[in-house]
């Protein structure tokens, strides 16, 4: 699927410069900080800092070994590893106190987090998609509810009653109806504007069909968790506010994700989780269901070894792999995936995981150079395992594709329509901490173009 119209990717050349004049102020915070955060233990410890620095690291280590117990074991192990999860860090904390070091541990990382939080903001473009003023409300909107959705948000919040109000036309989803069909239909009977009121898997489908017919799409977070909603600034807490997007909205140009020909709006995840999900238990008891079912899938004859292949980057001996429409500014693991910065860059992201004992848990620690997590950007992303399948979880709803498995990107596929006021659009707290750019933007050396810029995110190397 191709771009549609106008320049989806950002704000133009304008805009870039802005952002980059506007970064020094939080680049210069961010490396004062960081400065910060390593002079305190100096000042109080000299070369004995460097001792308790390792004591941290030590400490964080064995937590990584309990967790990863309690991940791929069962019976006295896991017991073993939930108390050396939680005795671990108590300990270097205990020690801390001890000998005078706790408060200027937490000082410094107190600095550290500072740091980051305004070196990410410092590289942010400032915005999640390109806005566009929209002149004239639609003449027949059409509105999928789903009543059973995030416990019934629905009816709890009168959306039918508010959106017919609105001049909305609203479907109730009945149990077994084909949501890509219904769609389809109200788009042959005239529909000019597609919504959504429920999760994230049912927005994906009715995308998909407005994007096909270049229509706008609202989106009601009736969902459980609404990731997507989130993501574009929307109150999940009050779902009946996205209504407003249809008299006082805004559109955007964002990118859907692909994978074979499904559509995701939010991630595609392959190995443990996509396994996990297809329990019929999932729906009702996640936590339970995940505890019992991962050991297996860990370490147990139903470990599923994954490949990939991500632009020129090439991995194998994967358990799990998370690809998303758009990069997580600070993605860690499917369960966790962070936020979005932007949802029209025109590329995937990619989250893998790949441990398979206690001490390769524990080097994860050492970082996402450890080789245990690794993550990456790129337009297409290729995955496959031993068999002729496999087991795919798109935007929570478990499919099975053949393997392999191309996932792409399409760049500016989607109009959205969204209020003009929204509370939670993201500004820059997910933007990866490039510390050299930081440097240079600091001091006033960054490089010249937003194309140099976008240039050298395409192939990043594992962090």
Not at 102 to 122: F, Q
Not at 303 to 330: C, E, F, I, K, W
Request: net charge positive.
């Amino acid at each position: 699927m191709g771009r549609h119209g106008g320049s989806p990717r950002g704000s133009g050349e304008a805009g870039g410069a802005t952002a980059r004049e506007g970064g020094a102020g939080p680049a210069r915070l961010a490396l004062l900080a960081l400065l910060g955060s390593i002079l305190v233990p100096l000042v109080v410890a000299g070369l004995r800092s460097v001792l308790w620095v390792l004591v941290g690291i030590a400490g964080l280590a064995l937590a990584a070994v309990g967790v990863w117990w309690v991940l791929a074991h069962t019976g006295v192990l896991r017991v073993l590893g939930g108390f050396l999860s939680v005795a671990a860090p108590v300990t270097v904390l205990a020690l801390y106190a001890v000998f005078g070091m706790l408060g200027p541990a937490l000082l410094s990382l107190a600095l550290w987090a500072l740091a980051v939080t305004a070196a990410r903001t410092a590289l942010a473009p400032g915005r999640t998609a390109s806005e566009q003023a929209v002149v004239t409300a639609p003449r027949a909107p059409w509105i999928l509810m789903n009543p059973r959705s995030g416990g019934g948000k629905v009816g709890r919040f009168q959306l039918a009653e508010k959106a017919r109000a609105a001049g909305c036309r609203v479907v109730l989803l009945d149990a077994g109806q084909d949501v890509t069909e219904l769609a389809r239909q109200a788009v042959a009977e005239g529909a000019d504007l597609l919504a959504v009121a429920g999760g994230d898997g049912t927005q994906a489908l009715v995308a998909e069909v407005a994007a096909r017919h270049d229509l706008p799409f609202v989106v009601i977070p009736a969902g459980t968790r609404n990731h997507f909603a989130l993501d574009l600034g929307l109150d999940r807490d009050d779902p009946a506010a996205a209504l407003q997007a249809l008299s006082d909205g805004v559109e955007l140009r964002i990118d859907l994700g692909y994978a074979a020909d499904r559509v995701f709006v939010n991630n595609a995840s392959f190995g443990t989780y996509a396994s996990v999900v297809t329990d019929p238990a999932y729906r009702d008891a996640k936590a339970r269901t995940t505890l019992r079912t991962l050991p297996g899938l860990l370490t147990g004859e139903d470990t599923l070894s994954l490949r990939t292949r991500a632009g020129r980057t090439h991995l194998d001996g994967l358990q799990a792999l998370l690809v998303s429409n758009n990069p997580y500014g600070r993605a860690v693991d499917a369960a966790r995936p962070g936020r979005r910065e932007r949802l029209d860059s025109g590329l995937l992201g990619l989250v893998c995981v790949r441990v398979g004992n206690t001490a390769e848990a524990a080097r994860i620690v050492r970082g996402p150079r450890s080789g245990g997590l690794v993550r990456l950007n790129a337009e297409e992303v290729v995955v496959e395992a031993g068999g002729g399948t496999l087991p795919v979880g798109i935007d929570g709803e478990h499919v099975v594709l053949p393997s392999p498995v191309v996932c792409r990107s399409a760049p500016g596929a989607l109009r959205v329509r969204v209020p003009r006021r929204r509370p939670h659009t993201l500004r820059g707290s997910g933007a990866a901490a490039d510390w050299p750019r930081v440097a240079r933007l600091a001091l006033g050396r960054l490089l010249p173009s937003r194309e140099q810029d976008v240039a050298a995110v395409r192939e990043p190397p594992p962090w």
